[in-house]
């Protein structure tokens, strides 16, 4: 089945500076890559996707890159703020709508 | 319009008692999910429910039961409760039915211990 692996699993970054997390996917079938984020004692909460038939997406100070070859995709924040500090989730599926789910990196930013 | 709503927060059983969290949203979504969150180890799909009728395991379903009791109710049985049961255990919903993905959308948790 899916496996998805999540690195780091600590990251630490003065506020303005950027932020990767980085997933691999074991299936080559997984079409669907979303990234949850998770403030403590909260519920996961979408912030950006990304479907296969792209390579990029951006909102603002968020995007995700997917490089299906390597099967491998990055999450990257720019600008930093304090209020990005949480729990970072990335997850993989396939057409079964099952979303499997890294290990999480606890984002901390530091003023 | 609440999104995904799970009752009860919070619960303290005793090892060997049965209970039921309940999930409910109200976003007309064809598929809903269970899973547990534990430190370290992400979400765990439980159960899942493609649309009403039906529910098919996931990735860690011994010790649990489900009921898809309507389009808007997916329910989560522990029969015996065990300590290793002790999570935190999140309902979510999504448009997806059938074979494609949509974002899920999350209620906020019910909190569990076993002891």
């Known amino acids: 089945g899916e496996n998805v692996e999540q690195h780091p699993s600590t990251l630490s970054v003065q506020e303005g500076d950027s932020a990767v997390i980085k997933c691999t996917y074991s299936?080559?079938?997984?079409?669907?890559f979303p990234w949850y984020k998770q403030e403590l004692g909260k519920r996961p909460q979408l912030i950006i996707d990304i479907r296969s038939n792209v390579g990029e997406k951006k909102d603002q100070r968020i995007a995700v890159t997917l490089n299906k070859t390597a099967k491998h995709f990055s999450l990257h924040i720019t600008e930093t703020q304090p209020e990005d500090s949480a729990v970072y989730f990335c997850a993989a599926s396939s057409n079964t709508g099952k979303l499997i789910f890294g290990q999480g990196t606890t984002l901390q930013v530091k003023p | 319009n609440a999104g995904v709503t799970q009752t009860p927060k919070f619960q303290v059983l005793k090892t060997g008692q049965s209970m039921t969290l309940q999930c409910a949203q109200d976003m007309n979504h064809n598929s809903m999910y269970w899973y547990r969150q534990d430190p370290g180890m992400g979400l765990r799909l439980i159960y899942y429910?493609?649309?009403?009728?039906?529910?098919d395991k996931g990735e860690v379903p011994n010790g649990y039961n489900v009921s898809r009791l309507n389009k808007r109710e997916f329910s989560l049985r522990l029969e015996s409760a065990a300590p290793s049961q002790t999570s935190v255990y999140f309902c979510?919903?999504?448009?997806?039915?059938?074979?494609?993905?949509?974002?899920?959308?999350f209620g906020d948790g019910t909190r569990l211990s076993i002891l």
């Open positions: 299936d080559s079938a997984s079409n669907y």
């Open positions: 979510a919903s999504s448009e997806a039915g059938g074979l494609s993905n949509q974002p899920q959308h």
């Open positions: 429910s493609a649309s009403e009728g039906t529910t």
